[in-house]
């Protein structure tokens, strides 16, 4: 496999356009595709479709592939496993990958706090129990969420959700007792100080809409995923955590996309000082296959009984295999400083370029969560979703993948592998860079 992105065909190829063919006839048009493109294989950072087109994947798999892709010990991992038993459903006959998952995620959950653990399939289903263990043990029903939150699509994380386009149009009604509250958006708040914006919200919620002691948790990611890569000041989840105390209300926080080292730190709350009561895992901690978790406070957690939570897959032996593969890799590859070092790298580059393009209205990140947010008047801040799709389409034409967030569409975000080296993330770089610059030429005509 080539090094570097090397374009051989126009995408789709030949072979590509052939198998989309019959995934139109034979998918459901609700399955969207992205990179107009069928992937053969994949390597580190790089993915290779069947027409010899290879590309830089700065998407990681939406989040999933921190380790990169087909890592030998994952792979090595995942074999074993497999030769020996792929499922037994682990309350019906126990397996050994499953109690050492959780034994290893209880030992990474920050606090002081003695935890434990629970599998499940994915994180939708890690956001839907954690629900499920916050009402049982509260005893109440509400829920707070925030503006720009993603949660997953089946319906209770659905209806934590926030972004009608594609996610909620059409689905409705949605679950009762959720409650929203804007998050701290140092860019676009208008407030000079976003904490204390959210906190009077707050106020304004349990005074106009809901009784705080009526709240069950408060669900929330420690920066933004698909609402567009926000960070809040760092004050926040203090404040947050201080909040939640004072009602008695759990604090939910999300790591689905921000966990396992992405943000340089194991769990990107460290950053921020504060103990969740209950966390969600899920994407990068077994490279996409169908694992996820929910970690928290052992006395949280055990207040429900026995048999009351659980699934025919969840924990499945080769999932926990590789997610435990995963971890090792983590720490003996020091992916997490790694993590630290390509953010810093990526932020500097897009700081640059910000000087040059006015389209960049803003670039943010937390370690290698970093992101660009696109718009047509700095002053105004008007979205350039138009602009952003055509920068990400013009990097796929030259052999790069990227995605865009945010609640407006125009933000790039970069989920790059945590493995990618230097040489290759500035040649992505180098892509995105031209792109941008092609775009903003175009756009101030």
């Not at 700065?58 to 991992?77: D, E, F, M, R």
């Not at 089946?154 to 909620?168: A, G, I």
């Not at 707050?202 to 920066?223: G, K, M, S, W, Y």
């Amino acid at each position: 496999m080539s090094k570097a992105p090397t374009i051989t065909h126009v995408i789709p190829g030949p072979k590509s356009k052939a198998l989309l063919a019959e995934k139109s006839a034979y998918v459901a048009n609700a399955i969207g595709i992205h990179l107009p493109a069928v992937v053969q294989r994949a390597e580190g950072a790089l993915l290779t479709d069947v027409d010899g087109n290879t590309f830089l994947d700065l998407s990681g798999g939406v989040g999933c592939l921190n380790v990169g892709h087909s890592h030998p010990k994952v792979v090595a991992a995942i074999i074993d496993q497999a030769r020996r038993f792929t499922h037994t459903d682990f309350s019906v006959a126990p397996y050994e990958a499953y109690i050492r998952l959780c034994q290893r995620l209880c030992r990474l959950a920050p606090g002081p706090r003695p935890k434990k653990a629970i599998l499940f399939n994915s994180g939708t289903e890690a956001v839907e129990n954690a629900v499920k263990i916050a009402r049982a043990a509260t005893g109440r029903a509400g829920l707070v969420a925030f503006q720009g939150a993603f949660h997953g699509r089946t319906y209770m994380s659905l209806s934590l959700t926030s972004k009608v386009e594609p996610y909620k149009k059409n689905f409705g009604p949605f679950m009762p007792e959720v409650y929203r509250i804007p998050f701290p958006d140092p860019y676009r708040s208008g407030d000079p100080d976003p904490t204390r914006l959210v906190m009077r919200q707050f106020d304004d919620l349990f005074t106009t809409h809901v009784q705080a002691d009526r709240v069950a948790a408060i669900v929330v990611e420690p920066v933004l995923g698909e609402g567009g890569f926000v960070v809040p000041p760092m004050d926040f989840f203090k404040e947050l955590r201080a909040l939640a105390d004072r009602y008695g209300i759990l604090l939910i926080v999300d790591e689905i996309q921000t966990g396992i080292g992405r943000t340089g730190r194991m769990f990107a709350i460290e950053h921020f000082g504060i103990e969740p009561d209950l966390m969600t895992v899920a994407k990068s901690i077994a490279v996409g296959l169908p694992v996820s978790a929910v970690v928290g406070a052992r006395d949280v957690i055990d207040l429900l009984p026995e048999s009351s939570l659980g699934g025919t897959y969840v924990g499945n032996p080769v999932a926990c295999a590789a997610a435990l593969a995963v971890l090792e890799i983590m720490e003996e590859e020091r992916l997490v400083a790694r993590a630290a070092a390509l953010g810093e790298r990526i932020l500097k580059r897009f700081q640059r370029l910000q000087a040059r393009s006015p389209l960049i209205g803003d670039v943010r990140g937390l370690g290698a969560m970093v992101a660009m947010e696109l718009v047509r008047d700095r002053a105004t801040k008007e979205p350039a979703a138009r602009e952003t799709a055509e920068v990400i389409r013009r990097a796929m034409t030259r052999g790069v993948l990227l995605l865009r967030a945010g609640v407006y569409s125009n933000v790039v975000r970069i989920l790059t592998p945590l493995v990618i080296a230097d040489a290759q993330l500035d040649q992505a770089l180098d892509v995105l860079e031209e792109c941008v610059m092609e775009v903003t030429a175009e756009a101030t005509k």
